[in-house]
């Protein structure tokens, strides 16, 4: 039985943390810029922080799920 794609390599991890780092860092900004416009900013930026957190794990799973 061959495998069809090569074994799980640095580049493949530096892909999946580049991606979670930005999904969250995106969510957190938006987080931030809504609790900016509407006066409550720690709070939304948190929101943004966890809700970024969790979908960027989703779409890191999506993204590398043929590995």
Do not use: E, H, Q
């Not at 390599?9 to 580049?18: H, L």
């Not at 922080?49 to 999506?62: E, M």
Request: glycine letters at 16%; one cysteine or more; a positive charge.
């Amino acid at each position: 039985m061959t495998n069809s794609r090569p074994p799980f390599s640095g580049r493949d991890a530096a892909g999946a943390g580049a991606l979670l780092l930005s999904v969250n860092l995106l969510c957190t900004g938006v987080g931030a810029g809504l609790g900016a416009v509407l006066g409550a900013l720690v709070p939304l930026l948190l929101a943004g922080f966890f809700v970024g957190f969790f979908l960027g794990i989703y779409v890191v799973a999506k993204r590398f799920s043929d590995l």
